[in-house]
């Protein structure tokens, strides 16, 4: 009998550890499947995923002990769990956190104060200013500051850079407001090419290592002007019509990538949609972005033969077979990628001229489009995901395996030579600002020093394979 009971006691307690085991292993699953559904496309936890991550965790707190630090949600140790769990995927996964652990960013804005940017807020001119500043300082989420910086006589870049890119810290945003032309306190006899040469020697003390880990936004505005501007040699002139001013935003890179992923700061992100919006500028140093994409297996645009390498289930990334069309003699592959939420110019993004693509063979993108009802079969569905254009990529022929990457180049835009003027005594060029190629151009420098080669904002990297 006390054997019986002893055996029966036995049974309970395998019973009770399968039973608990299975539980755990079932929590777990759920959470895997979550992390699938959270960041297997864009390989991006934001704060909304963060938000719905942390909520299933500490609903099953009981199954997930060891992410926690006495009843404390370690952050670490979730990243960690995430990090292993997409490394350890085929495809592996590198995965990025944005804006995770419940910090809010903190933003603070800068008017420059000199002379020649109260013309833009004239009660003679059409309110573009102000509208567009207001709108800027009404979408701002979270804590803001404003106050005004530099000196009414004169613009000290050099102090105003510094406060906004090395005085800037983790999780702030800081945005100036200024007309962006340099100048420095007695200019009356100076040959314009010092003055240029001062202010890309000034850009050079200021952007230094920081630069690496900041992003630097530079929006050109349009708005009217009526009052006194003043050239670069002191002179003062009356002007009555339309002016460029800027407005730069600078943040660490994962506090402007923040700006158009997080559901809470899309308002603030929307800089097309301010009244005077003209273009805009995105410096980076490094791969800012991390954008979905995938290969299409039954596109129109697709000539030759090929198939997915095996366990690729929702994206392709790597092919093998590859074959030229019998009937064209060359390859036309479809590569679906997700160019929203990025704070560069539509125009910038879908020109070819801006992509570098390595290869052995030679591959060209033939055409960058925004996908169409047509691109949407169910048979492609998963794979079109969040993308937002189709890449039509091109080659004549495929001699051996090969990787193939494609970059989207971070170069100075066409706009900014045509916004600047050399000479401003000599009347304004519509559109110009005097100098501003030069400023610009300086900090570019400064951002290339720093990354190796060209900067690119993103790279797409796949596998060919014959």
């Known amino acids: 009998m006390k054997e019986l009971l002893r055996s029966v006691f036995y049974l309970f307690l395998i019973a009770l550890v399968t039973m608990s085991t299975g539980c755990g292993n079932g929590k777990k699953k759920e959470l895997n499947r979550l992390l699938v559904e959270l960041a297997a496309a864009d390989q991006t936890i934001d704060a909304s995923d963060w938000k719905k991550l942390t909520d299933f965790l500490d609903a099953q707190k009981v199954n997930f002990k060891d992410l926690y630090d006495d009843g404390t949600l370690d952050v670490k140790a979730v990243e960690d769990y995430v990090n292993d769990f997409f490394a350890h995927r085929r495809p592996a996964q590198t995965v990025r956190f944005i804006g995770v652990g419940g910090q809010e960013l903190s933003f603070h804005v800068f008017i420059e104060r000199s002379g020649s940017m109260t013309p833009y807020d004239s009660p003679a001119g059409d309110g573009s200013f102000h509208a567009a500043i207001m709108a800027l300082r009404n979408n701002l989420p979270g804590n803001s500051k404003v106050e005004n910086i530099g000196e009414q006589g004169y613009t000290d870049f050099r102090k105003i850079f510094d406060q906004i890119l090395n005085r800037t810290g983790k999780d702030q945003i800081s945005i100036l407001v200024t007309d ?74 994962d506090s402007m990538s923040r700006l158009t992923m997080d559901k809470e700061l899309l308002s603030f992100s929307r800089f097309t949609e301010l009244k005077g919006y003209d273009n805009m500028y995105l410096f980076a140093a490094s791969e800012i972005y991390q954008p979905y994409y995938s290969l299409l297996l039954s596109n129109p645009a697709i000539r030759g033969r090929f198939q997915p390498e095996r366990g690729q289930e929702d994206q392709i990334k790597d092919i093998n077979g590859v074959e030229t069309d019998r009937n064209s003699g060359d390859i036309r592959l479809a590569l679906a990628v997700d160019l929203g939420h990025m704070l560069i110019d539509k125009g910038y993004l879908t ?107 993103f790279e797409l990297k796949m596998k060919f394979n014959d």
């Open 180 to 253: 962006m032309i340099y100048s420095v306190k007695d200019m009356n006899g100076v040959n314009p090419q010092k003055v240029f040469n001062e202010a890309q020697g000034m850009i050079n003390a200021v952007f230094k290592d920081e630069v690496k880990k900041k992003a630097m936004l530079v929006i050109k505005m349009d708005g009217s002007y009526n009052g006194p501007y003043y050239a670069y040699d002191n002179s003062v002139r009356q002007f009555d019509g339309r002016r460029p001013y800027y407005i730069i935003i600078v943040g660490d890179n």
């Open 351 to 457: 020109d070819p001229a801006n992509y570098r693509v390595e290869s052995d063979d030679e591959v060209t993108i033939r055409e960058i489009r925004p996908i169409n009802d047509k691109d949407v079969t169910p048979a492609e569905k998963k794979y079109l995901n969040k993308a937002t254009h189709i890449f039509i990529l091109e080659m004549k022929q495929m001699r051996n395996d090969q990787e193939v990457s494609v970059q989207l180049l971070n170069r100075l835009p066409a706009w900014v030579e045509a916004s600047s003027a050399d000479d401003d005594i000599h009347g304004l060029q519509p559109g110009t600002t005097f100098g501003l190629k030069y400023l610009l151009q300086g900090i570019y420098n400064s951002y290339q020093k720093n990354t190796d080669g060209t900067p690119c904002y």
